[in-house]
């Protein structure tokens, strides 16, 4: 990663900020030589300090002073300036190998799916074969715990700087050379600012506690379609904590990803690109076996079926709890009455269909087994063998719907909203009319004379269904699947 | 251009490496670890796999061995052993990241119980001056280990008759079971005169495989690969690049693993295309950290850094190669 070609001043109140907020270590007393202090993430720096306590060495080098090493790479790896902190999300935009391309192809729309090489502070790059960091994915490389990046730093640094010769700057140099960033000597001056090589100590660095283990990376549980849940982590460059001056667009020569998934699968490191992240019209994943370069073995594919939910309490693939319908979504799916795809998605957004509904609403009234289904089909397209025919049946002899003149029922016909209010307020045991409030029209698209007048100020009276912002009912609309939702589990609470 | 391998006997030896090999074997030196085949007398080769990588790296691992990004979850991301299966690699020509080879083409299976030329790797390189050269793999597939190994061709003319037959040692000098080597062959003949190749290869002499260990034994990192072309300039150990285009890089270093004992410890790579065939070739010394110079020795404690400089005609084409590197010593 190129240096210091953004400068960013944000970071001095950020800094007050967070000592304020109890940072786990402050700005030590500056010794000779004296140097600007570094800003660096509280929870990363106490994780560092740890992999350095925790890593073995065959020569004398404290704990301090091998955390001193880790550090010294970081600032030219990542960019930052000494006043932002360091992100553990750095994605590196220098390698523009075609292989890093979705699909191996620089020149398709997708440019925004590219596996970025070299990864978080340490700018890990999957060219690492037998190295820990070669086996790990972009989520270990990005952790700065101890059982991640960390540990990888503190081990390659301890073996190189006991196993070289030459002065104490020679042996450092031999520690850093993997490092590209150290070339030019700029890893000594750093190191020099933040070690006190009389005291034995660190020193001249600021903690924030903006910046955590993870630089923005999130936890998250995914499945393939409906399959088995495992962890996975999700990385998106705009939530970068510290400094993302790397995911501008004109940092580097490669692209800036969208957003997207990390996990392992078997011996494969697996990224995926959900369109709902990237806009694409596809889905696109890739995978590197775990030790191998990416440059050589990557694999490109257009689908890869992936689910990633946020939380355990998610049961959809495409519902999380920041869903406008979450929790109404959830209700319908804990109280049977309706299900997801075989895909892991519940689709809110699609059309709910006159079957559907009869289903739906069966459940919600308890999937009672009176009156039993008639010997003779009501409805000439709703046959006995139809799957929604006691459905369908059921709530016909409850006088809820009462199909077409030609005596169809048209079951995969989309339902209406003011279908829905007329189901909704037949099935209610004891409907009220409109209240005096509602006497004249609520919804300036429903008029009095309006043929489901009644049943949609009845809704709206009982808190079912408030319409739109513009003063519409929108009544010929169809109903989607987390309208229904919302709208059964509102009929409930009002019973 | 080649046609059907035929196994002959040894042609020559190209070093007096029994001694060598006794000596070793004197010492009782004992490298990695051995798993999966069934040893000598079986159809299937024992891999010379690394000691656990949560040996290697226990600062890395947690108390239950895992690696785990996010260590509050309690899960576990990927465990040292699953890593360690992982890079002993799968059945057949897989990539396998083992003690002193990392790299497609070290099999297991042993049916053919022969020194052999892997015919699909074997790519025409003709020389400057358009005389015929080629270059490709060979791989041991006896129970033993085969010392001195060499390579040979068979060039004949269209019409069939023979123009010439040479011979050269393969570059890896002691071959485990079941690994591959690169091989360079030239002659003077003019490679527009070739029509066709009989190859073959054979071994000098064998060992027990546990012989010739000590000397082979290594943990590969690639550190970084950099493009040929154009790139910015990189410096690194004695290597400054030179102005305009830039060769292809790769910088990298072995570390001793119990039981190395590697004399004149060198690092030998092979660049594989898409299709399999051998791009590159190169052979380097490892040098030592700090203050310079040449690694005399490996041992278990040990490290060496080698780069790795191309720009001959393929080096454009090596990024996207699949890199073999093999820990060879004198």
């Not at chain 1, 191996?104 to 340490?122: I, Q």
């Not at chain 2, 041991?140 to 390579?151: G, K, W, Y």
């Amino acid at each position: 990663v190129k240096r210091g070609l953004v400068k960013r001043t944000t970071a001095v109140l950020a800094v007050v900020a967070s000592l304020a907020a109890g940072a786990a270590f402050a700005l030590a007393a500056p010794a000779s030589p004296a140097g600007a202090a570094r800003t660096f993430g509280s929870t990363p720096y106490n994780d560092v300090r740890a992999a350095a306590a925790a890593t073995g060495r065959d020569c004398t080098v404290s704990d301090d002073g091998l955390a001193a090493l880790v550090l010294s790479v970081i600032w030219g790896e990542t960019g930052a300036p000494t006043n932002e902190a360091p992100s553990p999300m750095t994605l590196s935009r220098y390698d523009t190998s075609d292989a890093l391309y979705a699909f191996s192809n620089p020149n398709t729309s997708y440019r925004g799916a590219f596996w970025h090489a070299g990864v978080g502070l340490w700018q890990f790059d999957s060219a690492g074969g037998s190295s820990t960091w070669g086996m790990g994915t972009a989520a270990q490389s990005i952790s700065t715990a101890t059982q991640s990046a960390s540990g990888f730093a503190a081990g390659e640094m301890a073996r190189r700087y006991c196993n070289a010769s030459g002065t104490g700057a020679q042996r450092r140099a031999a520690a850093w050379s993997p490092w590209n960033a150290c070339r030019s000597g700029g890893c000594e001056t750093v190191f020099r600012e933040i070690y006190n090589t009389s005291t034995k100590q660190l020193r001249n660095l600021v903690g924030t506690t903006q910046v955590g283990r993870y630089g923005g990376m999130e936890t998250r549980l995914c499945s393939r379609g409906a399959g088995p849940t495992f962890t996975c982590y999700f990385i998106d460059p705009a939530r970068a904590q510290g400094f993302d001056g790397w995911a501008t667009p004109g940092w580097g020569s490669s692209p800036v990803t969208e957003p997207f998934y990390v996990y392992r699968d078997g011996s494969n490191e697996v990224r995926v690109w959900l369109k709902e992240h990237t806009g694409y019209s596809i889905d696109i994943a890739a995978t590197r076996p775990l030790g191998q370069n990416v440059r050589s073995s990557v694999t490109w594919y257009s689908s890869n079926n992936l689910c990633a939910k946020v939380s355990s309490a998610q049961t959809y693939c495409d519902v999380s709890p920041s869903h406008l319908f979450f929790d109404e979504i959830e209700w319908v799916s804990d109280q049977g009455i309706a299900e997801g795809y075989a895909d892991g998605d519940f689709k809110p957004s699609a059309a709910v269909s006159r079957q559907a509904m009869a289903a739906f609403l069966y459940r919600l009234m308890g999937s009672p087994s009176s009156p039993a289904a008639p010997s003779t089909a009501t409805f000439t397209d709703v046959s006995r063998s139809h799957t929604f025919f006691r459905e369908i049946e059921w709530l016909h002899a409850r006088g809820v719907i009462d199909g077409y003149d030609d005596g169809t029922y048209r079951p995969l016909n989309g339902v209406t909203r003011q279908a829905t209010a007329a189901f909704l307020y037949r099935l209610d045991p004891t409907p009220n009319s409109p209240t005096a409030r509602s006497t004249g029209h609520t919804f300036r698209d429903v008029a009095r004379n309006h043929p489901f007048w009644r049943e949609i100020e009845w809704i709206e009276d009982v808190g079912i269904a408030d319409g739109y912002s513009d003063g519409t009912f929108k009544p010929g609309a169809t109903v989607t699947r987390q309208a229904m939702a919302a709208f059964l589990q509102r009929f409930d609470a009002a019973h | 251009m080649t046609m059907a391998t035929n196994e002959r006997p040894s042609l020559r030896r190209r070093r007096g490496l029994l001694a060598g090999v006794a000596a070793t074997v004197l010492l009782g030196g004992v490298g990695a670890a051995f798993v999966l085949g069934g040893g000598a007398g079986s159809d299937e080769s024992d891999l010379p796999v690394l000691p656990s990588i949560e040996e290697r790296e226990p600062q890395a691992f947690d108390e239950g061995g895992c690696l785990e990004a996010a260590p509050e979850t309690g899960g576990c991301d990927v465990s040292a052993e699953q890593l360690d299966d992982i890079a002993a690699g799968a059945a057949g020509d897989q990539f396998r990241i083992l003690s002193g080879f990392q790299g497609p083409r070290y099999t297991t299976d042993l049916t053919r119980a022969a020194v052999v030329v892997l015919e699909d790797t074997v790519a025409d390189a003709p020389a400057a001056d358009g005389t015929w050269a080629a270059q490709g793999l060979a791989r041991n597939e006896l129970a033993e280990a085969a010392l001195d190994v060499s390579v040979s061709a068979r060039l004949l003319d269209a019409a069939g008759a023979e123009l010439a037959v040479v011979e050269e040692p393969v570059i890896v000098d002691d071959l485990r079971s079941g690994e591959p080597t690169p091989f360079v062959l030239g002659s003077e003949v003019p490679a527009a005169e070739v029509a066709a190749v009989e190859w073959w290869a054979a071994a000098g002499s064998t060992s027990a495989p546990e012989a010739v260990e000590p000397a082979r034994s290594g943990q590969i990192t690639t550190y970084f690969v950099e493009p040929a072309g154009d790139r910015d300039p990189v410096e690194v150990l004695d290597h400054v690049d030179p102005a305009g285009s830039k060769p292809h890089l790769v910088y990298g270093s072995v570390a001793g693993v119990e039981g190395a004992d590697v004399t004149e410890p060198s690092i030998v790579a092979a660049w594989l295309g898409a299709d399999g065939r051998v791009l590159a070739v190169e052979d380097e010394r490892l040098v030592r950290l700090g203050a310079g110079g040449v690694l005399e020795s490996l041992d278990a404690t040990g490290l060496g850094d080698f780069l790795l400089v191309q720009d001959g005609p393929t080096a454009s084409e090596l990024l996207d190669a699949e890199l073999a590197l093999w820990v060879v010593g004198s």
